[in-house]
T-cell receptor, first 112, second 113 residues
Framework: EAGVTQSPTHLIKTRGQQATLRCSPI?????VYWYQQALGLGLQFLLW???????NRGNFPPRFSGRQFPNYSSELNVNALELEDSALYLC???????????FGPGTRLTVL | AQSVTQPDIHITVSEGASLELRCNYS??????LFWYVQSPGQGLQLLLK??????LVQGIKGFEAEFKRSQSSFNLRKPSVHWSDAAEYFC???????????FGKGTRLSVIA
């Protein structure tokens, strides 16, 4: 069974640009979570999608947005990039009722 | 506020020695509890989880964790550490339901010969 996949592996952008990150969940999983892992800030929840709807978002500005497609894959968009957006962005998909989340390898975003 | 505390930022152990990584949580009720491991530049791998029942849970790679309700703790243990265990370990909790995981700050494990 394939795990959670994310693309691209690395992404380099300049300040003010937009970044798009993609995630494919494990087959059969309908929930996708996005987390940001920035140096010194730990793992912080960004967004949660389930059945195509945004269910919850963390304490991030509106320039962080996303969507979930009918096949349950998801996209994270970051507009007007700032230097502090440089981080590893992790996607996870959830199995069952106990919120067991499985993570992808992440996308390393570097903002110059 | 709901929180997860991993008191040890960095731990160094000798190969073959035993290991215990601490995790304490602050929640009104017993949440679901998880331990994840992250190798450098990698995503997170689930080591083990606790939902209910037996308070000693076994995971992958020879790890185990014990849930202690009275201490609000979920400490991770391994009887004999291997050099390949060097990584960052994260404790995570989620209140019962489908809300996002709340992570501790992580404990970096170094293994020396």
């Amino acid at each position: 069974e394939a795990g959670v996949t994310q693309s691209p592996t690395h992404l380099i952008k300049t300040r003010g640009q937009q970044a798009t990150l993609r995630c494919s969940p494990i087959s059969g999983h309908t929930s996708v979570y996005w987390y940001q892992q920035a140096l010194g800030l730990g793992l912080q929840f960004l967004l949660w999608y389930d059945e195509g709807e945004e269910r919850n978002r963390g304490n991030f500005p509106p320039r962080f947005s996303g969507r979930q497609f009918p096949n349950y894959s998801s996209e994270l968009n970051v507009n007007a990039l700032e230097l502090e957006d440089s981080a590893l962005y992790l996607c996870a998909s959830r199995q069952g009722a106990y919120n067991e989340q499985f993570f992808g390898p992440g996308t390393r975003l570097t903002v110059l | 506020a709901q929180s997860v505390t991993q008191p040890d930022i960095h731990i160094t152990v000798s190969e073959g020695a035993s290991l215990e990584l601490r995790c304490n949580y602050s929640y009104g009720a017993t949440p679901y509890l998880f331990w994840y491991v992250q190798s450098p530049g990698q995503g997170l791998q689930l080591l083990l989880k606790y939902f209910s029942g037996d308070t000693l849970v076994q995971g992958i790679k020879g790890f185990e964790a014990e849930f202690k309700r009275s201490q609000s703790s979920f400490n991770l243990r391994k009887p004999s550490v291997h050099w390949s265990d060097a990584a960052e370990y994260f404790c995570a909790v989620v209140p019962k339901g489908n809300t996002p995981l709340v992570f501790g700050k992580g404990t970096r494990l170094s293994v020396i010969a």
